[in-house]
């Protein structure tokens, strides 16, 4: 098979739906396949990956022949770009919802740092108050389109079940997306553990940062639990009132920011940590960063509403979204009860096994096989 897989977004670009798309068409070749990764983001020639051919901006001539070579296009994420290319030429389209894209006007379900509708007549409504009538107009006209190309495509899938259960589309199966993870396992090697705690991820209002904070004040003003510690590895518009709140809690000799880290930077912290906290409060669709710290393993809190509770199962506690003292009481849970704690380790490798990268592209390719055979 020739698959286009399209991402709106791709390297140099970092992000969930980038790691998604390389990890995808990384592993397509080497079962076997061709790939062709189309994408909207520049970069330099010579930065290209070396076992798949990735167009950068391609005319819309381009885009019309690409379309003509390949057995079946895929869109990777909320862009229905390459639809038109592929009814065209007749081929088979699937699209993968990473998101909320044809439940709401935002396709989120989280605008300017708090929770917004992710049904359509209750997104528009909200939108009118918020924006206005010629803004929710504008984007009520995207939206439709998104609704009317997931009616028409060969396939929609949702990356998790929690995405299927938020969107009632036409037609459509769960197949979850594949990581990358195979280099998270080294952090296992590392036995020095500095940090009782962990976050990684962006610090933006979503994740749940604060709540994280608060909850982390609330086990140190325990005298047993003084001397704890947090690492926050990541970077985004909010880090400076973390860093206020820091210290106005008092906590600047226990919790620590690292900024952005990748690769075995990235790895040697996670491994000099005990306990990963992935604490949104936004539902996110999915939970690839849990499944990585999953893999480097350690023991694991997720917000229970939205991808990361899917993805830990058994493997982690979990806590109502933006309760932080519900996050408290795991996180002593997990410091005092060491049976618990190991339960949720051998927990892991069950749950890393259903994710493992190879099975889930495995899957990926039967379906791609299923409607290429049915057109």
């Known amino acids: 098979m020739k698959i286009l897989l399209y991402s709106s977004v791709f390297w140099p670009s970092t992000g969930g739906v980038e790691t998604i798309t390389a990890t995808l068409?990384?592993?397509?070749?080497?079962?076997?396949?061709?790939?062709?990764?189309?994408?909207?983001?520049?970069?330099?020639?010579?930065?290209?990956?070396?076992?798949y051919k990735v167009i950068r901006k391609p005319t819309l001539k381009e885009r019309f022949e690409l379309t003509r070579q390949c057995d079946l296009v895929h869109s990777n994420g909320a862009s229905v770009a390459m639809f038109p290319f592929a009814k065209l030429n007749n081929k088979p389209f699937?699209?993968?919802?990473?998101?909320?894209?044809?439940s709401c006007i935002d396709g989120l379900g989280w605008v300017d740092g708090e929770p917004a509708p992710i049904t359509p007549l209750a997104s528009i409504n909200y939108h009118w108050k918020k924006n206005g009538l010629s803004y929710v107009l504008k984007e009520s006209v995207k939206l439709y389109i998104r609704r009317y190309v997931a009616d028409n495509v060969d396939l929609n899938i949702?990356?998790?079940?929690?995405?299927?259960?938020?969107?009632?589309?036409?037609?459509?199966?769960?197949?979850?997306?594949p990581y990358s993870l195979n280099k998270f396992k080294a952090a296992k090697n590392?036995?020095?553990?500095?940090?009782?705690?962990?976050?990684?991820?962006?610090?933006?209002?979503?994740?749940?940062?604060?709540?994280?904070?608060?909850?982390?004040?609330?086990?140190?003003?325990?005298?047993?639990?003084?001397?704890?510690?947090?690492?926050?590895?990541g970077d985004g518009n909010i880090r400076p009132s973390l860093e206020k709140l820091v210290r106005e809690l008092g906590l600047v000799n226990n919790v620590f920011f690292f900024g952005s880290k990748s690769g075995k930077e990235l790895v040697e912290i996670i491994g000099k940590s005990h306990?990963?906290?992935?604490?949104?409060?936004?539902?996110?669709?999915?939970?690839?960063?849990?499944?990585?710290?999953?893999?480097?393993?350690?023991?694991?809190?997720v917000s229970e509403f939205g991808g990361h509770a899917e993805c830990v199962g058994d493997a982690g506690l979990k806590f109502k979204n933006g309760d932080d003292r519900a996050?408290?009481?795991?996180?002593?849970?997990?410091?005092e009860?060491?049976?618990?704690?190991?339960?949720?380790?051998?927990?892991?490798?069950?749950?890393?096994?259903?994710?493992?990268?190879?099975?889930?592209?495995?899957?990926?390719?039967?379906?791609?096989?299923?409607?290429?055979?049915k057109k």
């Open 275 to 301: 306990i990963a906290v992935v604490p949104s409060v936004w539902e996110e669709p999915f939970g690839g960063v849990t499944l990585e710290l999953l893999a480097a393993g350690k023991n694991m809190i």
């Open 94 to 102: 699937i699209w993968t919802h990473n998101g909320y894209q044809v």
């Open 190 to 233: 590392i036995q020095n553990h500095q940090y009782d705690f962990i976050y990684v991820g962006r610090l933006v209002s979503e994740k749940g940062v604060p709540d994280l904070i608060r909850a982390f004040h609330l086990l140190i003003s325990e005298p047993i639990h003084s001397t704890k510690t947090l690492a926050i590895v």
């Open 158 to 177: 949702a990356c998790s079940n929690w995405v299927a259960k938020r969107q009632t589309c036409k037609n459509q199966v769960v197949a979850h997306t």
């Open 25 to 51: 068409a990384e592993n397509i070749v080497n079962l076997g396949h061709e790939c062709l990764v189309v994408t909207e983001t520049l970069a330099k020639p010579d930065e290209e990956p070396p076992i």
């Open 327 to 335: 996050l408290y009481e795991c996180m002593i849970k997990l410091l």
């Open 337 to 373: 009860d060491r049976s618990l704690a190991e339960k949720q380790l051998e927990s892991a490798a069950v749950q890393l096994d259903a994710f493992d990268e190879v099975k889930l592209t495995k899957i990926y390719l039967e379906l791609y096989d299923k409607i290429i055979s």
